[in-house]
Each structure stands twice: as C-alpha cells, then as structure tokens.
C-alpha cells in the first residue's frame, strides 16, 4: 500500500471514528486555545508570548485563505478539499485562541467602565466564537474577525518593539494592521473569488473598522495597552528606602472588603495629601505619565482641575513602575486624581473624600517592592 492510499485510509477512520461527533468539535477547539493561552501565557512584553500570537495570527491568515479558496472552489487540491469540513473548526480554534489572550492582556489594562464596555466585547466574541462557526466561511465574517484580531494584536506588538507609545504609534498600529487583510483581499481578487467592486467593499469595511476602532481610543473606551495601572491610592505620606517605598494609609472599613485604602481621607491642619502609583510599561519603554488633581465643585456640577503633574516611566517591572505626587492646602470635599499618559489618554482614575478630622486618623504601614 502506497503512501498516499495509507493517508485516505487514516482519513477514512478518523471520519468514521470522529463522525457522530464532528458538531462537538467546535466547541472542543474552542477550549483548547483558551486552555492553552491560560496555560502558556505570561507577559503582554514577553518576546515569546508576542510570536507566539503572530504565528497564530499568520496561520489564521494561511487557514482562512484556505478554507475561502475551497469553498468557493478556486483550490482543486483533493486533499484540501477533502479536509473542508474541519476549516471551521481549525478557524475556530485560532480565533479562540487570540481572543483569549487578548482578553488576558486588555484585563490588566482595563480600570474604567468605558474600558469595561470594550473588554466586555472582547469577552463576548470569544464566547460568540464558539456558537457562528457555521458563518465562520462567511467571507465579511471572516474578514472582519481577522480585521478585529489583527489590530487588537499590533496595537499593543507595535508599542512592545518601538519601545514608546504615543498617538502617532497608534495610528501606525491600525493601518499596519490592515496590511495582513489587504493581502487577503488581493488573493481572492486574483483567483477570483471576489471582483472589483465587491473587493473595494471588503477593504472599505476593514478600513471603516479600523478608524471606529481608532475614534473609540481617542474618547478613552479603548484602554492604552500596553501600559496599565498595576494599583493606586491616597495616602497620607509616602517615602523611598532604597527599592521599597513605605505607605503610611487609613484601612477601609471591614465592609469594603475589595479595598485596603479608604476612600475617605481624614486630614488635620498642616497634612499633605499623597497619590501614588504603580504602573507596569513594557521593558525598557520609556513614556511619561501624569496626575491630574481634580475637585469637585457642586455649585458648577463639574469636576475642576486644580494641579497635573507629571513624571516619567520606565517599564520592566512586574509590579509596575511606582511613583507619587502630593499636595497641600487642600479644601474638604470630593476629590479624584485622573493618571492620565502623556498624551492625554486615561489609565485610571483614584477617587477619595478629604474630611476634615481633629484629630490625627490612626494609620497602617504598607511596604511596596
């Protein structure tokens, strides 16, 4: 028996064995690339973590232009056609794959309840994923799922490798991130599977995607990965020995269990109050951060700026690059401190209460490595 009999009899049992069960192969994919991206992933700024998810990005590229060739029929190879299908599947499980790890690594940089709505989308095609596999050869479909994949991934890739992060950098990341589909298109363009003007339409929705995405980073509902606040909070003094920086706070009360810092900052004549803050940033990028001091004035219903300023990162650490500001003279009432990048786009926002108290609030200790 030749090789290519003994392949068509493996292919024959498989089906056999795997017939009854094929409609659970979907799902089977699917929580085989989110097991394996809880499994394996570690860092948003880990080289291998990063090529990890472009080889996948590739295959997906390579395993969607397969499955559309053959199922418009432009792809004559019998062994490909034979494999047809499991494309869904094998499309399934990329996707599921880098959908999982996006929502690992925007989690981390997601503080704000806009951010919270498009994390939430994240989430929701990644379990979407695992009921349309039957549109997955849907070609808008699927252009438009890699288009979304694409630039989620080199929104933050780019970043990582140019080891800054600004708007400019942002812009760049999105129209790189149509390079991959504009190669696709071509593709169907020459074997025929799409015309001129159907062409033009599919690059049009990947482009219009592309700028709703960019006009959504812009009003702040797409968080600013790779940066992320690791932790922040108010505190009545802060001070650095050495690689450990010591912080003096109030304990929130027992039933805020999910704080350690009250959000109610009791302050006697004299006190300075302290925002500090961990933010992680990619190894050895380099950007610049700032606290926006706000108070809120209940005769304009609006929160009013009383000081910015600003510091700069430098990224590596686990736990984040750590820094603080203070201020003094302060009034009594509703505070927040916005940490905001440099280039405006918010990372998270420290809300506190100054009451005015007689007496000095018993305080914890805290020590940050």
């Given at each position: 028996m030749g090789l290519t009999q003994r392949v068509q009899t493996l292919q024959q049992r498989l089906d056999a064995r795997l017939g009854r069960f094929r409609h659970l192969l979907p799902a089977a994919f699917f929580l085989g690339g989110v097991t394996w991206d809880a499994l394996t992933l570690r860092r948003i700024d880990?080289?291998?973590?990063?090529?990890?998810?472009?080889?996948?990005?590739?295959?997906?590229?390579?395993a969607l232009a397969?499955?559309?060739l053959v199922e418009h029929g432009k792809l004559a190879a019998p062994r490909l056609t034979r494999l047809r299908p499991y494309f869904p599947a094998v499309l399934q499980f990329f996707f599921g794959a880098?959908?999982?790890?996006?929502?690992?690594?925007?989690?981390?940089?997601t503080t704000l309840p806009a951010h919270w709505l498009f994390f939430a989308g994240l989430v929701a095609l990644l379990v979407a994923n695992e009921f349309i596999h039957r549109r997955l050869l849907n070609l808008y479909v699927l252009l438009l799922l890699y288009t979304l994949a694409s630039f989620t991934?080199?929104?933050?890739?780019?970043?990582?490798?140019?080891?800054?992060?600004?708007?400019?950098?942002?812009?760049?990341?999105?129209?790189?991130s149509l390079v991959p589909v504009g190669l696709l298109v071509h593709l169907f363009r020459r074997r025929g599977v799409v015309h001129g003007r159907q062409a033009?339409?599919?690059?049009?929705?990947?482009?219009?995607?592309?700028?709703?995405?960019?006009?959504?980073?812009?009003?702040?509902?797409?968080?600013?990965?790779?940066?992320?606040?690791?932790?922040?909070g108010v505190y009545h003094h802060v001070r650095r020995e050495g690689d450990v920086y010591i912080l003096h706070y109030e304990p929130a009360p027992w039933y805020r269990f999910w704080q350690r810092v009250s959000p109610r900052f009791h302050y006697t004549e004299g006190d300075t109050v302290f925002c500090f803050a961990a933010i992680f940033a990619p190894t050895q990028l380099r950007t610049g951060?700032?606290?926006?001091?706000?108070?809120?004035?209940?005769?304009?219903?609006?929160?009013?700026?009383?000081?910015?300023?600003?510091?700069?990162?430098?990224?590596?650490?686990?736990?984040?690059y750590r820094g603080y500001t203070f201020k003094r003279h302060v009034q009594p009432g509703r505070w927040?401190?916005?940490?905001?990048?440099?280039?405006?786009?918010?990372?998270?926002?420290?809300p506190f209460e100054l009451v005015?108290?007689?007496?000095?609030?018993?305080?914890?200790?805290?020590?940050?490595?």
């Open positions: 880990a080289w291998l973590d990063n090529l990890i998810l472009l080889g996948y990005l590739l295959i997906l590229g390579i397969l499955a559309v880098l959908f999982s790890a996006y929502v690992v690594f925007y989690f981390q940089s991934f080199f929104v933050f890739f780019v970043p990582v490798v140019l080891r800054r992060m600004n708007d400019l950098i942002f812009a760049l990341s999105g129209l790189l033009a339409t599919l690059l049009g929705s990947a482009l219009a995607l592309v700028l709703v995405l960019n006009g959504l980073y812009v009003l702040n509902w797409i968080p600013p990965v790779p940066l992320a606040l690791r932790e922040g951060v700032q606290h926006v001091w706000q108070r809120y004035d209940p005769t304009r219903r609006a929160w009013i700026t009383q000081d910015a300023i600003a510091y700069a990162v430098v990224g590596g650490r686990d736990n984040g927040r401190v916005e940490v905001r990048t440099e280039t405006g786009r918010l990372l998270g926002r420290i005015p108290a007689e007496r000095p609030p018993l305080l914890h200790l805290r020590r940050y490595e």
